[in-house]
């Protein structure tokens, strides 16, 4: 039972708020194409923060009530939930799934929803992701490549981390691929969060580090069956793949930031530093804005002013 199912058992939430609420969860879904698990966590944060007012305001909360509330409500709401479980980065995750409700809510309501809305996010420091050098990289691969004592094993290892570095993947991406995926074309077609659907250029070294694995497979291939297995033939797990670059890192003294996702991380870095445009490197890596991408990347100032110099229409 969800959260908000819970909180409107108990008249915490009322019907008409409960409704509203999954109405805008079912637009996001159809409408906005929102990932499930971004809906649940939707649902969660806007039901905790409805249940909040009807205790804080001593009445249940229709929508006529919840178009009354302040900025002094809102204050409180945010000085009740922040404590040691819940961080700046969380509240303000909180808050903006409250924001997005009252937005589409006010809307469809007519109603001014300035108090919500002007409400300040908590400040956070935003951790940039670590990229691993192309020596650090290729090492990673090279250890890999001899740590299991079964030869497929160490050909399938080294084929995914090929696949993130290579094409930018993400390990559930990766490990998503099915039997029918095989051999790799040239371009691969993928779905990645939020159902957006991306194409993306394979390496040689990618489509050869697969056509080896397979070559070494016990497993049997087929149609709809994962393409990387796990030993007794199951799909693999990324806590599998976490594993194997977790030893690999200790054996080449590497930090704890070296992880699979750090191999996507590497792959967006690399190609920017190699002359990549920004916009392409989004659109490679599947992201939605161009600030997650600038992120990924680590891009400094001088860099992404060298990129505007060299691509506005007027620099020239």
């Known amino acids: 039972m969800s959260r908000a199912q819970k909180a409107a058992e108990t008249g915490l939430i009322s019907p008409a708020a409960r409704d509203a609420l999954q109405t805008w969860l079912d637009h996001q879904r159809s409408l906005k194409g929102a990932a499930e698990n971004t809906l649940t966590a939707y649902q969660g944060d806007v039901a905790d923060f409805l249940a909040f007012m009807t205790v804080h305001k001593a009445q249940s909360q229709g929508l006529g009530a919840l178009a009354s509330i302040t900025i002094t409500d809102m204050r409180s709401w945010m000085a009740r939930t922040r404590g040691p479980d ?145 030993i007794r033939g199951g799909p693999l797990s990324p806590r599998a793949i976490s594993k194997v670059m977790a030893d690999a890192r200790m054996q080449l003294g590497l930090p704890a930031t070296a992880t699979p996702h750090a191999m996507r991380h590497s792959f967006a870095t690399h190609l920017l530093d190699a002359g990549g445009d920004l916009r392409a490197i989004q659109e490679l890596l599947g992201h939605a804005s161009l600030s997650t991408t600038q992120a990924y990347t680590a891009v400094d100032t001088a860099r992404l002013m060298e990129v505007y110099n060299r691509s506005h229409p007027k620099a020239g």
């Open 86 to 230: 819940v961080g700046p980065r969380s509240m303000a995750r909180k808050l903006s799934a409250v924001k997005a409700f009252y937005r589409w809510l006010a809307e469809r309501e007519g109603f001014e929803p300035t108090a919500v809305l002007s409400t300040r996010s908590p400040k956070f420091q935003k951790k940039l992701p670590r990229p691993l050098a192309v020596d650090a990289a290729k090492a990673l691969i090279d250890c890999v490549e001899i740590q299991s004592e079964r030869p497929w094993v160490s050909a399938r290892d080294v084929a995914v981390l090929t696949l993130l570095w290579g094409c930018g993947l993400r390990i559930s991406e990766a490990l998503g691929l099915l039997g029918r995926d095989a051999p790799l074309p040239a371009t691969l077609r993928i779905l990645g969060k939020g159902g957006k659907e991306r194409v993306v250029p394979v390496l040689p070294a990618a489509r050869d580090a697969v056509a080896h694995y397979l070559e070494l497979c016990p497993h049997p291939q087929m149609t709809d069956a994962p393409l990387f297995r796990a």
